[in-house]
């Protein structure tokens, strides 16, 4: 039971679940990801167009250690895909219902697999018609089933903040792979939250999610030396909240906060911060007059807007 309560935390969350399954599309090379996520039935329903998965692998998946990802020492030096541990669906088999229908190209037949309380139900090709291309389907219902406090915390307080939550991560994974369409449905009342098609740059993605008035005077930067890609972009003004704030390495978002506050005090320093609102459109310098007396006080710094995503070797960070 130690053990299960350790796993348990490393998926404590709704946004938490939804984001180890969308990583797990990603690293199947899915061009197109839909989220379903009912957050009063603790139900997430993810489908891909990723790889699938062979019918051998289907009755190993949702044991610990399964992984298709990594296989030696010398495999975890070079790991580029996000996963690599097989923690998260063997996690997910234990706190919930979960439900995995594949279909790999190389098979006639589409996969289905049951596990419930870290056992395995069924497991076979299915007749069900709900995947007939190469992709994946995972269902997971009652999360959380075996934790009823949390589900009354989530339920009764964390709700919308839960839902913004898993909204916020599928946006800021669609940012970094702008080539993937994403959707994402609250599936309570059939409406869409979250919707990117596929697109050659970030910017463009940020443009879909954000729209065009937030996107508009942003400044693109790109680098490279020693092996490390840097590149990205910036807002050429700065706002009042931290709101669309992105550092990523190797596609990963990074959450430490001293980068953030460094990228915030770099660009309050630089001629972009200094020359605060000057030159702006009339609308936006109002919008700066209005705010400028309470939030200017109480708030001196201003966030820049940025995404900045590094690219280097794995072997030169810790992937933990
Ligand atoms: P990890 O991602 O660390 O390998 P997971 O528990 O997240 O561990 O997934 C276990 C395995 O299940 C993966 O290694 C992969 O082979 C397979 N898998 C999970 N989701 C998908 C998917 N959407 N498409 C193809 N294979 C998948
Ligand atoms: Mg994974």
């Known amino acids: 039971s130690a053990i299960r309560k350790l796993r348990a935390s490393f998926i404590s969350t709704v946004a938490q679940c939804v984001v180890e399954l969308a990583q797990n599309s990603l690293d199947a090379l899915a061009t197109n990801i839909e989220i379903h996520v009912d957050m009063m039935k603790f139900f997430i329903q993810i489908i891909d167009n990723g790889t699938g998965i062979t019918p051998d692998d289907m009755e190993k998946i949702g044991q610990r250690y399964a992984t298709s990802k990594c296989h030696t020492l010398e495999d975890l030096a070079h790991v580029t895909t996000y996963g690599f541990r097989g923690e998260a669906l063997a996690t997910l088999a234990e706190i919930s219902t979960l439900e995995i229908i594949s279909k790999h190209p190389n098979c006639y037949d589409t996969y289905c697999t049951i596990l419930k309380g870290g056992k395995r139900l069924q497991c076979g090709p299915t007749r069900s018609s709900k995947r007939k291309k190469p992709g994946t389907i ?3 219902r009652d999360l ?7 589900r009354k915390y989530i339920s009764e307080n964390a709700f919308t903040n839960e839902l913004e939550n898993v909204k916020k991560s599928i946006e800021s994974l669609a940012l970094v792979h702008p080539q993937v369409t994403f959707t994402l449905v609250d599936a309570s009342n059939d409406i869409k939250i979250v919707t990117t098609r596929r697109t050659a740059t970030s910017i463009s993605t940020f443009r879909q999610l954000f729209g065009s008035s937030l996107a508009q005077n942003l400044e693109s930067v790109y680098a490279e030396e020693d092996n490390i890609k840097f590149e990205g972009f910036f807002s050429l003004r700065g706002f009042h909240t931290r709101q669309h704030q992105y550092f990523y390495v190797n596609k990963l978002l990074i959450s430490c906060n001293k980068i953030y506050k460094l990228i915030d005090e770099i660009f309050n320093q630089s001629s972009f911060g200094k020359k ?3 030159g702006l459109p009339l609308e936006s310098r109002s ?3 209005k705010y ?7 708030y001196p710094e201003k966030y820049p807007i940025f995404f900045i ?3 280097c070797p794995a072997t030169i960070y810790d992937k933990c």
């Open 138 to 140: 995972i269902i997971i």
């Open 144 to 150: 959380f089933y075996t934790y009823p406090v949390r």
């Open 276 to 278: 605060n609102y000057e």
């Open 287 to 289: 919008e700066y007059l």
């Open 292 to 298: 400028k007396k309470s939030f200017m006080t109480r």
């Open 309 to 311: 995503h590094l690219t």
